[in-house]
């Protein structure tokens, strides 16, 4: 029998079973930024959920955290154009503050209604019309 030195070993083990999979790192990266499914990912790479899980989960990871804080950046950037639903929006998200309830906002009308004295409006309002037939 032959003996097997350690470099004849390794080229034998990479000949057994199937070829490696050499797969784009940066376009794994690219697709996580926007978000892409696993399943997603392994099905534009031709490649099993499996493989990524067990060879790129920490690119993968690292694409999507870039592709939130991109995400971020542009609706920050919106807002501080004018964007009014962006600016109502991070209001909620990042202050905490929210729309009233429909018998919080129910209480608050009935609040204003009451600040407001109708009568004395309508009163005004017909004065005017009067005064308007009258010319």
């Known amino acids: 029998m032959e003996e097997i030195t350690e470099n004849h070993i390794s080229v034998i083990k990479n000949k057994i079973g199937r070829p490696r999979l050499q797969l784009d790192e940066e376009q794994i990266i690219n697709l996580a930024k926007i978000n892409c499914t696993m399943i997603e990912i392994a099905s534009v790479m031709k490649c099993s959920v499996d493989s990524l899980e067990r060879n790129f989960a920490d690119i993968i990871k690292r694409g999507q955290e870039e592709g939130k804080t991109s995400l971020r950046r542009h609706m920050w950037i919106a807002a501080e154009k004018g ?3 962006m600016q109502i929006w991070l209001s909620k998200q990042l202050l905490g503050m929210r729309e009233p309830k429909t018998e ?4 608050l009308a009935n609040h204003i209604v009451k600040i ?3 009568s004395s409006l309508k009163k005004k309002r ?3 019309t009067k005064e308007r037939e009258r010319r």
């Open 83 to 85: 964007n009014i639903t």
């Open 104 to 107: 919080e906002a129910k209480e």
């Open 116 to 118: 407001i004295d109708f």
């Open 126 to 128: 017909d004065e005017k």
